[in-house]
């Protein structure tokens, strides 16, 4: 059982990073469909909004209550959120609340709060009610490109990702809502093996949105994808066996290392992108997002490792 103050840190700092995913996974739906699709577009549109307005919520009750390394971390925001914000609304047209980024950019830290414990068990109620809505409707999209009776720029693989990382954040809202106190070496097999899966897919979309011509840059892609596929076979084989934790530091700094080398990677893909210097169809939200989310596994192994 966590403590109350443990509820409230760890909760708010789960959704400063999932709630901006879901809002963007949101946004990105809502820019791939058609003209033919504007109704699933203004749905889309309407999540945009209703996350947007969750997060907003999340960044009041986080001020002073979430962790310094956490606001360092790039999870969050990274150094090139509002410049990917403002590019990405130029070119789609669509809006994005910058503003709510800079609001971000200024939440100072602190240890969690007790006397929030009802207000932040309603918000995680609110995040999961509507998470599980997005849900259906990523579901909804998946089976119809998948009968064919629906046309968007986005892979099915892509849908299933954006569905299965909705999924995850419930299952972690669910476990906080029942106080459950983690097991680190438990969980940290359990993160491994999905965001292993992440960062692979993250590398195969890379390498499927890039210009045929950026031959190096699609290697490096590929050559990534590889090592991830690996990683969770190993982290796979891992929670079959009942391995020492001397294996599992091995596997952690291996897998630190890989990440490490993912996210400088991304990174310097966004400023290549922001610099219109690589031929792409990677929207820059997109390539920022990603990174986000390499951040936020590359933080989940240091806190194992600082243990
Ligand atoms: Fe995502
Ligand atoms: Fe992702």
């Not at 207000?119 to 809505?133: G, M, P, S």
């Not at 596929?229 to 190993?234: D, E, N, S, T």
């Not at 400088?264 to 920022?288: H, Y």
Request: some cysteine; aromatic content about 8%.
């Amino acid at each position: 059982m966590i403590s109350a103050g443990e509820f409230v840190q760890k909760s708010l700092e789960l959704h400063l990073f999932f709630l901006r995913i879901m809002k963007e996974h949101s946004f990105f739906l809502e820019a791939g469909f058609i003209p033919k699709d504007q109704a699933l577009a203004r749905t889309a549109e309407a999540f945009k909004n209703k996350f947007s307005q969750l997060l907003k919520q999340a960044v009041e009750l986080a001020n002073g209550n979430v962790s310094e390394k956490i606001l360092r971390s790039g999870e969050v925001v990274t150094d090139n959120t509002i410049a990917a914000e403002e590019k990405t609304e130029e070119l789609s047209g669509i809006d994005i609340d910058i503003e709510l980024t800079r609001r971000e950019l200024r939440l100072r830290s602190g240890r969690g709060n007790p006397s929030l414990e009802t207000k932040v068990e309603q918000l995680n109620a609110a995040a999961i009610r509507e998470t599980r809505a997005l849900i259906d409707f990523k579901t909804l999209l998946l089976n119809r490109k998948l009968e064919c009776s629906l046309f968007t720029w986005h892979f099915p693989l892509l849908i299933e990702h954006l569905l299965e990382e909705a999924e995850f954040y419930v299952e972690h809202l669910e476990k906080l809502q029942e106080r459950i106190a983690p097991d680190p070496r438990q969980e940290i097999v359990g993160e491994k093996v999905f965001w292993d899966d992440i960062m692979g897919e993250h590398a195969q979309f890379i390498s499927h949105l890039l210009d045929p011509t950026e031959k190096t840059l699609i290697a490096q892609a590929d050559t990534f994808a590889r090592v991830f596929a690996r990683l969770k076979q190993q982290a796979q084989r891992f929670q079959r066996s009942c391995r020492t934790g001397r294996r599992l530091q091995g596997l952690v700094a291996e897998e630190m290392r890989a990440t490490r080398s993912l996210r400088n990677f991304k990174s310097t893909g966004e400023e290549l992108i922001l610099a219109c210097q690589v031929r792409s169809i990677i929207i820059p939200l997109l390539a920022d997002h990603v990174l986000r989310e390499a951040n936020h596994f590359l933080n989940i192994l240091e806190q194992f490792t600082d243990r």
